[in-house]
């Protein structure tokens, strides 16, 4: 071990991502790089041509004789359950045997010698069915009198309905906020290898190993330690890997056991996009009483979201929309509703925020249509509501501490110049022209923790083997957001070695049990806790046999960069170690974290969901052509809170990733389905991300380094996965004030997300003639 006063790859260290040089050479290996056993066979999904119907025959025999088919699985070949809904709602079969409920639903799976005859012969399938009528958006499932998929959640504080009567001024109004595919570079994809008895091991590509492994099991009919899954990383997630992996899991696992050979499934991208739930589309209604200074009196909000055909997640992502809808603001009287609407669609699911990004969008809504009716700039709207002593109650009852927003928004106001160059943009709309400018200046405050206060838990495992090395597993799994890297970075820190000492493997149920999803930004929280628990047991035992063994006081063993001091001694880690083994010390641990004082009694609206609070500011300059609603995003300043960061330069990455994949959300990404209930934005041809071109000209990304959190996290360190998906509700909002300014800021444009070039036009076009 080098003689260097720091070790490599320190909590707080900017570390390379542990697969970056695999990412980029192509080395890393992905489960379809996963070398195939001999005798390997590929499953495809055959599913309905119908948005909403019944099923009245199923001819497959022309499947079932086509070239390399070797087996054809329906609903009563399921040996276990038929259901994969994360939920235990029982209301997502794996294959339907009777009502349709969308179109694509999976009704068969065709196991043959390659993927190309499993997908040909899915093609000959004779499928007779009974349409009936289908909805596949909010308005249509309303006026149709389609049912709720999960039960609504109400907040309420205060009486709003007084308070919004008497208040000076009082706005109602309306907004749509579109869905968005999660389109993750690497598929949904399981390889399913059967196991003697009732075993089966897969590898996958999902976020949510437990959950896998326990659908497989019900499905399978076995208790759940036969079944392991296995995740060495994903290519990428985004919430989209969260459930809908363990209807592919299922049916590899199914078709594995049932012929006793390895069975691969990966869907092409069409079908993947046509079967795998979205962000949830929302329909907000609002009506808003302030005074004439611009602060809020009242707030009742509706919150609609299309769902689909299963409860999947619905649930839980509308009762964070709500969480969500004050976003950085206080509602002295506030009532907050959710409306979980079921569609013939495929069933929504998880996405970057859970719900939280459509009940922000829904208070700078709020905050926008009150600067305009006021004439003021939304960023003195914005301050004069911000959460402060004496109004600092959630519409949850939780109180928010430690609010550094007002230090943040003041930094970034001066850092970006916002004053200087909102004047300049003033003035260069005034000008009149095709061009026209806007800025924005917008906050965000988001929550931490799982709002279902169990998933709030998790295990690690370590070993430190007898000659230094050590080995690192917990149930976070790896998607490219850096979580190996940070987690291993603990352990450095805590034994004082170099991060090269330290294996990271892969994530496994064999090892780590009853995990939770790597979801909700909790991934370095939770398991990185777990992590530094298992270190610090065994770093006990190790303290203790030193002041054993050499005759010192407990406090004179000390951990320095590569060796241990003992007393006088100053020993080489490894050697060190080898004499704790040789000692026969235990050298490995399981370590537990569950995060502390969250509550939450759904039944109420009341409670402490949230462990603690980020936040975040992001100012956003935009142009947009009156004459084709094309936008462009001149220069966007993001000034963003993780507390004391682990890893800053996988921070900045996180940061900046979210916000080129939340502008992508409310500027170009828009789902469209047609009048048979087809989703017809289902491949990069129809559906567009954003490009390389599409990020902003100018991009000054900065940590708030100052920021520490009071909570005693990980290191001091705050969750940064989620939180910075809503920086670019600026880039929006600075859109809208583009488009406002064709009638000279006297109209609030109400723009719908996502603001596409059509959108805008039409904007524009409605504002000329007002």
């Known amino acids: 071990m080098k003689d260097d006063p720091r070790i490599r790859g320190a909590a707080h260290d900017s570390l390379i991502h542990d697969s970056a040089i695999k990412h980029v050479t192509g080395r890393a290996e992905y489960t379809d790089d996963i070398t195939e056993p001999a005798g390997t066979l590929h499953a495809y999904i055959g599913g309905a041509d119908i948005a909403h119907g019944r099923m009245t025959a199923l001819d497959l025999a022309a499947v079932r004789t086509a070239p390399g088919v070797v087996a054809v699985l329906t609903a009563e070949d399921i040996p276990g359950r038929n259901d994969v809904s994360p939920t235990g709602l029982m209301d997502e079969p794996i294959f339907t045997d009777d009502l349709i409920q969308y179109h694509g639903q999976p009704i068969f799976a065709v196991v043959a ?95 949510h190993p437990s959950e896998a492994q326990h659908m497989v099991a019900h499905a399978l009919g076995v208790p759940s330690n036969a079944v392991v899954i296995n995740v060495r990383r994903m290519g990428g997630g985004f919430g989209g890997k969260e459930t809908q992996m363990n209807l592919f899991c299922a049916i590899a696992a199914i078709a594995a056991k049932r012929l006793g050979r390895a069975v691969k499934l990966r869907p092409d991208r069409d079908q993947d996009m046509m079967i795998t739930g979205k962000r949830h589309d929302f329909r907000i209604d609002y009506d808003c009483g302030f005074d004439d200074q611009g602060r809020i009196l009242a707030v009742d909000g509706v919150f609609a979201a299309r769902c689909g055909w299963s409860a999947d997640l619905s649930g839980p992502v509308t009762d964070r929309a709500l969480f969500h809808a004050d976003n950085a603001y206080y509602y002295p009287d506030v009532r907050l509703r959710s409306r979980p609407i079921k569609t013939n669609t495929v069933s929504n699911t998880a996405f970057r925020g859970f719900g939280g990004p459509q009940g922000v969008i829904a208070a700078e809504r709020m905050i926008e249509e009150i600067a305009y009716a006021l004439g003021r700039d ?156 298992a270190c610090e047991q065994i770093k006990a035992r190790l303290v203790e046999f030193a002041a054993r063994h050499w005759s010192v006081a407990p406090d004179a063993v000390q951990f320095m960069p590569g060796r241990v001091a003992v007393g006088a001694q100053v020993i080489p880690f490894n050697e060190f170690i080898h004499a704790a083994y040789m000692a026969r010390v235990q050298l490995s641990a399981a370590g537990f974290y569950k995060t502390p004082e969250i509550h939450w009694n759904r039944a109420e609206g009341k409670g402490q969901p949230f462990y603690y609070f980020a936040y975040g500011a992001a100012c956003s300059e935009v142009s947009i052509d009156t004459l084709t609603g094309e936008t462009r995003v001149d220069r966007a300043d993001v000034l963003h809170d993780v507390g004391r960061s682990l890893n800053p330069a996988l921070d900045l990455g996180q940061v900046e990733g979210a916000f080129v994949q939340g502008m992508g959300w409310l500027t170009s990404e828009e789902l469209a389905w047609d009048d048979k209930g087809r989703l017809r934005t289902h491949a990069p041809s129809t559906y567009k991300i954003p490009l390389a071109s599409d990020r902003p000209r100018i991009f000054n990304v900065q940590l708030a380094d100052w920021s520490e959190n009071t909570k005693p996290t990980i290191k001091r360190s705050k969750a940064v996965g989620e939180p910075p998906f809503m920086l670019p509700i600026s880039v929006f909002e600075a859109i809208g004030m583009a488009v406002a300014s064709v009638a000279d800021y006297r109209i609030c444009p109400r723009l719908d997300a996502p603001a596409t070039p059509e959108r805008v036009l039409m904007a524009v076009e409605r504002l000329k003639q007002a």
């Open 113 to 207: 010698t390659t993927r190309d005859a499993a997908r040909r012969a899915c093609a000959l399938a004779q499928i007779t069915t009974e349409a009936l009528p289908h909805a596949t958006d909010i308005d249509a499932a309303e006026a149709a009198g389609y049912p709720d998929v999960t039960a609504p959640l109400t907040l309420l504080r205060g009486d709003p309905g007084p308070a919004l009567a008497s208040a000076p001024h009082r706005i109602t109004g309306r907004m749509r906020v579109g869905g968005q595919d999660h389109m993750y570079l690497e598929g949904q994809i399981a390889l399913a290898i059967p196991g003697e008895d009732d075993e089966v091991s897969l590898s996958a590509s999902t976020q």
């Open 378 to 533: 939304p960023l003195e709207v914005r301050r004069a509501n911000f959460y402060r002593e004496g109004g600092d109650i959630t519409p949850y009852h939780q109180r928010v501490e430690d609010n550094i927003l007002p230090r943040l928004v003041d930094e970034l106001e001066a850092s970006s110049d916002y004053q200087a160059r909102r004047a300049r943009v003033l003035e260069f709309n005034a000008k009149g022209g095709i061009i026209r400018k806007g800025i924005a200046l917008t906050p965000v405050k988001f929550g931490i923790s799982f709002t279902a206060t169990w998933y709030n838990q998790a295990g690690a495992l370590v070993h430190v083997y007898n000659d230094g090395s050590i080995h690192l597993n917990h149930g976070g799994t790896e998607m490219g957001q850096g979580l190996y890297t940070k987690v291993a970075q603990v352990v450095a820190d805590a034994f004082q070695v170099d991060i090269d000492r330290i294996k990271i493997t892969k994530t496994t149920t064999e090892k780590v049990p009853n995990t939770s999803a790597t979801a909700a930004s909790s991934g370095s929280d939770l398991n990185g806790m777990a992590a530094l628990d």
